[in-house]
């Protein structure tokens, strides 16, 4: 077995070393790129956060899925105050109820903190399941505008600026404010 990993391991040490040969020998073909010599390449940059500041649309979605995590966190707290109550009650009146009684709430309680689990669970998956669907949405109204946008800019990129993955950036290529502009301006509130 160890020979077998010792040729194999060979066979590929001798591919790699040929592959290298060939690549840094082979000069029939020369590389053309234009992001090489520069012509042709014109890069821009708008804030992410500016965009989730300033574009209404982007607004009107995070106050929606605000108002329905704060719904869902009221049913949340209905449900358990019922299981606070029913507890104690049961605190309150233990001493006076029969082995069977205390079972039969005792069961009641587990299934309210059951029901309480299910619903959480539920609630958290269609509200995480929301926001993605809203935020797809949101990135996809983005894109189109960045479509049209571009068609008399000729930008060859538009990035977003994110902190953690941009260490410099020219401010003479940041278009924010007119996405800003032209996002808002598309953008027809339902009322």
Request: hydrophobic share 35%.
């Amino acid at each position: 077995m160890k020979s077998i990993n010792w040729v194999v391991n060979g066979v590929l040490a001798i591919a790699v070393i040929v592959l290298y040969v060939l690549h840094f020998n082979n000069t029939d073909t020369p590389i053309k790129s234009t992001a090489a010599n520069g012509a042709g390449t014109k890069v821009a940059y708008f804030e992410i956060d500016s965009i989730q500041n300033s574009y209404s649309f982007f607004k009107e979605v995070k106050s929606a899925l605000q108002v329905k995590d704060m719904d869902n966190a009221k049913q949340l707290t209905a449900l358990k105050n019922a299981f606070s109550i029913k507890y104690q009650e049961l605190q309150k009146n233990g001493r006076y109820l029969s082995q069977a009684e205390i079972g039969s709430r005792q069961q009641e309680l587990a299934q309210l903190e059951k029901n309480y689990t299910n619903k959480e669970q539920q609630l958290s998956q269609e509200l995480q399941e929301e926001s993605f669907r809203k935020l797809q949405e949101v990135k996809k109204k983005i894109e189109l505008f960045l479509e049209k946008y571009n068609k008399d800019k000729s930008f060859s990129y538009i990035f977003s600026s994110n902190p953690d993955l941009m260490y410099y950036k020219d401010t003479a290529y940041d278009i924010t404010a007119d996405i800003i502009r032209g996002l808002n301006a598309e953008y027809k509130p339902k009322n």
